[in-house]
């Protein structure tokens, strides 16, 4: 019997490196030389062209690549109602290397979501192109609107209706990205993601203590995220299924965060009820496997496959880190992808088109080699 319910042996988690006539057109849209509608037709050609060499390459879910982004979550947060997309004089957190382009957002008004956030149509666009193949939809965590806007913000100042009254705020985040995943399913989403890195910020002593020293209470922060997503899982339907990708940066292969899942695997593991984890597991600073042992009846992805770099893995040694796993979490609870996508941002990782192929199939072929069912 094939394994035909995502989370997928061998899984990906959405985003690719853009093609030159996707650059070019983002480029000549934002001198104002082409029109919206010009570089919509050219995003769906290029996102078609994208959905045949996903299958091509053996994922049994697709994704528009994020082509229509220039980031992967900053886009979908400033089109929320009450959202406000601002410059800023630094990017909301450090990388180590390159640094991103200095945008963000901030609550000016009553978070929600309507649908004419422009990730409803983008959606719409991908379905039809996919046809009957299953599409995997990739927005970021609602815990990114609170990390970006308040815990990262050393002089944040909510808005008259959110003052002292964060009860408010992350019920307004809650009921927006419950209303974001019955509209999508709506629209016939069967799989959504939710992209977070502010779990991999709490697994960073550095990060944990430079958001303690502007005040933050992150002990209940994280138990408010907890109890955020667990309000959107339980307003879901069903046969929705949803999984949350946990990263420690992604941009031009560089990282921000570092350390291992035990500060918050109790807590994340052990109480968060998605369907299952994408984790970041390509590289010393994710830490051990041991953090696992509170896993419940998720998924787990694991994430052995780096995007950042080229070089491809050995093959045993990743069924040996697989096996190694599965001495936490049973071995039909887990599967394969790269750690994080290949161009959380337009610009993209260090590598090539051809290689990233090349990163895919290297995880579907272990993935048959270990699951019988993949």
């Not at 408010?224 to 959107?232: A, G, L, R």
């Not at 560089?254 to 970041?280: I, K, M, R």
């Not at 959380?344 to 270990?370: M, Y």
């Amino acid at each position: 019997m094939a394994h035909i319910l995502p989370p997928f042996r061998a899984d990906h988690v959405g985003s690719f490196l853009r093609t030159e006539k996707i650059a070019n057109a983002r480029n000549l849209f934002n001198k104002n030389l082409i029109s919206k509608e010009e570089l919509t037709k050219i995003e769906d050609e290029e996102i078609a062209l994208l959905v045949e060499a996903e299958k091509k390459n053996g994922l049994k879910a697709v994704t528009d690549g994020e082509f229509r982004r220039a980031f992967w979550h900053l886009d979908f947060l400033a089109g929320l109602d009450g959202i406000e997309h601002i410059g800023a004089k630094n990017w909301s957190t450090h990388f180590e290397g390159v640094q991103p382009k200095a945008e963000t957002v901030r609550i000016a008004g009553k978070v929600g979501f309507s649908e004419s956030h422009p990730f409803v149509e983008a959606f719409d666009r991908i379905k039809k192109i996919a046809g009957d193949t299953l599409v995997k939809y990739t927005i970021p965590s609602p815990s990114m609107l609170y990390q970006i806007c308040v815990v990262r913000t050393k002089d944040y100042e909510p808005i008259e209706l959110y003052k002292n009254n964060d009860e408010q705020l992350f019920n307004d985040i809650a009921q927006a990205w419950i209303d974001c995943a019955n509209i999508l399913y709506k629209h016939g989403c069967r799989y959504l993601q939710i992209d977070d890195t502010s779990w991999g910020e709490f697994c960073s002593t550095e990060k944990t203590a430079l958001y303690s020293g502007y005040g933050r209470d992150l002990k209940k922060v994280q138990e408010e995220y907890v109890k955020v997503i667990n309000k959107i899982v339980a307003a879901k339907p069903k046969d929705l299924t949803l999984t949350m990708h946990i990263c420690r940066g992604n941009f031009r292969s560089t990282w921000f965060s570092s350390g291992g899942y035990e500060p918050v695997a109790e807590l994340l593991f052990g109480h968060c009820n998605v369907d299952g984890f994408f984790l970041e597991y390509d590289s010393d600073r994710a830490g051990d496997f041991k953090p696992l042992r509170f896993i419940k009846d998720q998924t787990v992805v694991l994430g052995l496959i780096t995007s950042k770099f080229p070089e491809l893995e050995d093959k045993e040694a990743v069924k040996a880190r697989i096996k190694e796993a599965s001495e936490y979490v049973p071995l039909e609870h887990l599967c394969l992808s790269t750690q994080c996508g290949f161009s959380s941002t337009e610009e993209g990782n260090v590598l090539s088109h051809e290689q990233q192929w090349a990163k895919i199939r290297l995880v579907v072929e272990i993935a048959k080699e270990v699951w019988a069912d993949a």
